[in-house]
């Protein structure tokens, strides 16, 4: 519930270079200010989730803009996934910055696609575009649907859910999609579910091509020149998209001022629950684990967009919480320069098979050793336990010995 103090405008139209017109709720503080405004550009309905985040914001002294984006619930015209996002979140931050309650100054803010809404603009370089705070976001989507070029299922059902114009909650929430995993061919194996061409799309164009690259953060990190805080986590399946942003404006941006403001934060959290938490999985990671989001967000835009000296920039610019020792240590650059690489080799007997068989890693190279072998049924899959998964029931760290107990998996161990 907003404060009552709280000036509100719902549905405004903002209009693209195109003529299509965007819904957008605007939250302003009681006084005509003019403010730094703070922008969302979602998916996910304009009234839903980031709602939450108002009256914290507003508090601070931002005016607070959410946007449905193009094709999806109160906004005009058609959705076409990611593509749509670059033009009109630019065009959305010249109306923002010539509103009469704005200072001129625009943040963002906004988690997964909403973070990738974000990063689509910063090539484009709108003057009134100052700080982002882009969280679990992607530099293209190929990494989120075919990770190191292995195709994520689950990603790319998700696509059945999210819908058209609004998200299908009733599915996610009351249908049992898992029988999709399971069909074959894979190219129909949702056509009894949805009908939702994207994921036909998506399994079309298997390898990086120019479908992919027509949205690619890749070759344009040359063309940024706004800094941005980057949050994940290390259970986030979006996790090494992240480091590649990062990577790409540290090293890359258009000036040396964004590159050494630009910040990088890492949790031991997964993608639904960033910052929130001491337990993920079967690990618990202590009290140390939870941060104040919002509190991180707001002093990242008082430094950038009022100018307030709040220490920011005398900081080093990686934050990472180191899982085991549970406690946050601060880093100059990510990877670790100081980091000292070392390979390991697979062995065995020719047994491998589960956690009860004979293999072994180690540093020592291997000599003449027999061939390890399993037999995969694909009636009897191996089951996905823990690491970087959108889905509750698997996120995080998990304990696997009941899946090592299997014959049809090799394990080697240290």
Request: hydrophobic share 35%; glycine share 8%.
């Amino acid at each position: 519930m907003l404060g009552a103090h709280v000036r509100v405008q719902l549905d405004r139209k903002v209009p693209m270079r195109d003529g299509v017109l965007l819904s957008t709720d605007v939250y302003l503080p009681p006084e005509p200010g003019p403010y730094p405004a703070l922008l969302c550009r979602t998916i996910y309905d304009n009234q839903i989730r980031y709602v939450e985040w108002v009256q914290r914001f507003v508090d601070g002294g931002y005016a607070v803009v959410i946007q449905d984006c193009r094709g999806r619930y109160d906004s005009d015209g058609d959705w076409d996934p990611y593509l749509c996002e670059a033009n009109d979140g630019y065009d959305t931050q010249q109306w923002l910055g010539q509103q009469p309650w704005c200072d001129g100054n625009v943040g963002t803010f906004g988690i997964s696609y909403v973070g990738f809404t974000q990063v689509q603009t910063a090539p484009l370089r709108s003057p009134y575009l100052k700080a982002l705070v882009p969280m679990a976001n992607q530099e293209d989507n190929f990494g989120h649907i075919y990770s190191e070029g292995v195709l994520q299922l689950q990603n790319a059902i998700n696509f059945a859910w999210i819908g058209y114009r609004s998200v299908q909650w009733f599915a996610r929430q009351n249908v049992n999609v898992h029988p999709l995993y399971w069909k074959l061919p894979l190219g129909s194996a949702m056509d009894d579910y949805s009908q939702r061409p994207i994921y036909k799309l998506f399994l079309s164009h298997p390898t990086f091509d120019d479908y992919w690259m027509s949205y690619s953060l890749k070759n344009k990190y040359a063309e940024v020149d706004t800094p941005a805080l980057f949050i994940t986590g290390w259970y986030d399946n979006l996790v090494h998209e992240m480091f590649k942003c990062y990577a790409g404006w540290a090293n890359q941006a258009r000036s040396l001022e964004t590159r050494r403001r630009t910040k990088l934060l890492v949790g031991p959290w997964v993608h639904s629950y960033l910052g929130s938490g001491e337990s993920y999985g079967d690990v618990q990671f202590g009290p140390n684990a939870a941060m104040d989001l919002l509190g991180v967000h707001l002093r990242w835009y008082d430094q950038r967009l009022k100018g307030i000296a709040t220490g920011l920039d005398d900081e080093p610019p990686v934050k990472i919480f180191v899982m085991g020792a549970n406690v946050w240590r601060d880093e100059n650059e990510w990877p670790l320069a100081r980091t000292q690489y070392t390979n390991y080799y697979l062995h065995g007997a020719g047994r491998a098979n589960s956690a009860l068989g004979d293999g072994l890693l180690s540093t020592t190279p291997p000599v003449d050793e027999p061939p390890d072998t399993y037999d995969y049924d694909p009636e009897n899959p191996v089951p996905t336990v823990g690491g970087q998964s959108q889905l509750p029931e698997h996120m995080g760290p998990r304990d696997r010995r009941a899946v090592e107990r299997r014959d049809d998996i090799l394990v080697y161990s240290t």
